[in-house]
């Protein structure tokens, strides 16, 4: 990857204020800081190798396609379209002025070619890069970007099996990484108990410093006597215990401490560089890595199968047990040939999907100001938006409470598409009011929203996002390739598509979008068009697999679809 660039040292993040510092219109400068605001060392998890979160899931190729990027943005015009295919600059085309001015595409193989293998020989020749997710599209915004989803998800879990909350209830999971570091304050908000496994010991450090985690263990006994004492109290509690995650869940079947909740979120989609073999710390496992990599994966999927075996005793045993996320059933079943691998849901079957099929998911948006009073400024926007939504109220009154900010001050909340007297969409009606906030000057600069590739409509994953969908099409991916040409069509000012984030290469293909609110006419044409467009995707895709709720809020708000009779 080269050694770190010397203009990222200097940055350390995006570059803030209200004045365009280095590009000539807002929306080339909110790529330009979307892109070291990926890269801060506060939001990125190793920056110095470029990688953002989601085991490897990297902003740019290399050090030099970093600098390039800059370069190219920098001189983009108003009328321009740049393209970036893996992290690298390949070209610069006139286009016109409402057209996207980035176009990414990352870590893309044809089908037969899809794989791990062939990607880690493309990667090692420079040729390719993983972009994860939100990692490769520039809009990666720390910890916070993921907390609500994670808290939607155990509230929808504490409404379907205890009353709508988890105090008193023990939740044990592994990982607290980038996104995996939003699992214990996601527990806590909903009052319940969390202990997290984590191989590394400055990844529990870092979640306790930003508030995400409120304890660090030195060992497991000492994690479950401060838990049960919480339990007893009915009160929020979190710590992280250095272990391996497979050994701690082995643990507590040995001793009987039956958890009522147990997931996972380490990078389990990646066997090589994502996950921690058992019998050796995480030092001892790095060097292993480099070498004996086969060994490597060898010892990975062989903890991996301990694990999901672990999970699905407990599971015998009375807990509630969901994927989040990771991958981690397919892996074993796939290279271990463990038939009942999916004998527990992933959490969008579970927990999710009635809210893809009204469009809603992780609309989030960051204060290119770097001023935090812009976001607070937004809050009150949203308060006054949506009173009647009561667990929107009291997210905001949440994040506000407990979430720091991590780089650009930023927020995420699931809207949906919903849409008014007027036939505006929930989304478009917020993307136009913080519009009109930056026209008037109430927010200080423009505002970027963007969004997760986990959203309504811009994913196929089999393993994820499309498990066990009603009609079968779990893996037919013309979703998300529709979502982002849709995307672009509707005028977004980045759109990409990526292969393999989240559960690993050849697993899912996804999309993302971006539009700058500059306060501008154009800017209020793009978001309407664009927050129409986006969560209608998720309502057409849904209502096509056949789901009642989709149908349903494809005639309440008027969305049309050919040949569809209700
Ligand atoms: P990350 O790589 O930043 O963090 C994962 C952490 O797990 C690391 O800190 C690592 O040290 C730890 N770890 C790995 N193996 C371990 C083991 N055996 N025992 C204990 N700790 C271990 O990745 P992330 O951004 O936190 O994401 C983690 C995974 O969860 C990814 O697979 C991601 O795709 C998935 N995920 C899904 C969702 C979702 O909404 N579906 C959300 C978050 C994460």
Same mark, same amino acid.
């Given at each position: ?11 350390? !993040?995006? $570059?803030? +204020?209200?004045?365009? /510092?280095?590009?000539?219109?807002? *929306?080339?400068?909110? &790529?330009?800081?979307? @892109? ?50 893996? !992290?690298? $600059?390949? +070209?610069?085309?006139? /286009?016109?002025?409402?057209?996207? *001015?980035?176009?990414? &595409?990352?870590?893309? @193989? ?457």
């Amino acid at each position: 990857f080269g050694k770190p660039s010397e203009q990222w040292q200097e940055y350390q !993040g995006a $570059p803030t +204020g209200t004045d365009l /510092t280095e590009c000539q219109s807002w *929306r080339q400068e909110a &790529a330009f800081r979307m @892109l070291n605001n990926n890269l801060d060392p506060e939001v990125a998890e190793r920056p110095e190798d470029l990688v953002v979160y989601g085991g490897t899931g990297r902003a740019a190729r290399s050090w030099d396609a970093y600098d390039a990027i800059l370069d190219e943005l920098r001189n983009l015009d108003d009328d321009e379209t740049l393209l970036v295919q893996s !992290g690298k $600059p390949v +070209g610069k085309f006139t /286009t016109h002025e409402r057209a996207p *001015r980035v176009l990414i &595409a990352n870590s893309n @193989l044809v089908g037969h070619w899809d794989d791990w293998e062939h990607f880690h020989e493309l990667e090692a020749e420079g040729k390719i890069m993983y972009g994860q997710m939100t990692a490769g599209s520039w809009a990666y915004i720390g910890t916070q970007g993921i907390i609500q989803g994670t808290y939607e998800t155990l509230a929808e879990l504490a409404r379907q099996h205890y009353d709508s909350d988890l105090a008193g209830k023990l939740v044990v999971t592994g990982g607290l990484g980038g996104m995996s570091g939003a699992q214990p304050l996601a527990v806590t908000m909903n009052h319940g108990v969390c202990i997290a496994a984590e191989v590394q010991p400055d990844r529990i450090e870092r979640r306790v410093e930003t508030d995400y985690l409120m304890d660090y263990a030195d060992s497991l006994d000492e994690a479950l006597a401060n838990a049960k004492e919480a339990l007893e109290a009915g009160e929020p509690y979190s710590v992280g215990v250095e272990m391996n995650v497979a050994d701690m869940l082995e643990a507590l079947l040995e001793r009987d401490e039956i958890p009522d909740i147990v997931t996972d979120q380490t990078s389990a989609h990646d066997e090589l560089e994502g996950y921690y073999p058992s019998g050796y710390t995480a030092a001892e496992a790095d060097e292993l890595r480099e070498d004996d990599p086969e060994k490597y994966v060898e010892e990975s999927l062989d903890t991996m199968e301990r694990h999901v075996q672990a999970i699905l005793d407990l599971q015998d045993e009375g807990a509630i047990a969901f994927e989040y996320g990771n991958n981690i059933r397919g892996q074993v079943k796939n290279h271990r040939g463990m038939e009942n691998a999916f004998d527990f849901p992933g959490f969008v079957p579970a927990y999710i999907r009635p809210m893809f099929c009204r469009g809603r998911g992780p609309f989030r948006w960051a204060a290119l100001s770097g001023d935090p009073e812009d976001i607070y400024r937004t809050d009150e926007a949203i308060r006054d938006l949506f009173p009647e939504n009561e667990s929107l109220m009291r997210w905001i009154d949440l994040a506000q409470e407990q979430v720091s900010f991590q780089g650009l001050p930023s927020r995420v909340c699931w809207l949906g598409y919903e849409t008014d007297d007027e036939g505006i969409t929930e989304r478009a009606r917020f993307a136009l009011k913080i519009n009109e906030l930056v026209a008037s000057g109430e927010v200080s600069a423009p505002v970027v929203v963007t969004r997760d590739h986990l959203d309504a409509g811009s994913v196929a994953s089999p393993n994820r996002e499309t498990e066990a969908m009603r009609d079968g099409t779990d893996a037919v991916a013309d979703w998300p390739i529709l979502n982002a040409l849709l995307n672009t069509a509707s005028g977004a000012d980045i759109v990409s598509v990526h292969d393999g984030g989240g559960v690993g290469i050849g697993n899912s293909l996804h999309t993302n979008n971006h539009v700058v609110l500059d306060g501008s006419d154009l800017a209020a044409k793009k978001a309407r068009a664009v927050f129409t467009t986006d969560p209608g995707m998720g309502v057409i895709r849904h209502a096509d697999a056949g789901y009642e709720d989709a149908l349903d809020e494809a005639e309440q708000s008027n969305v049309h679809i050919p040949m569809q009779h209700h």
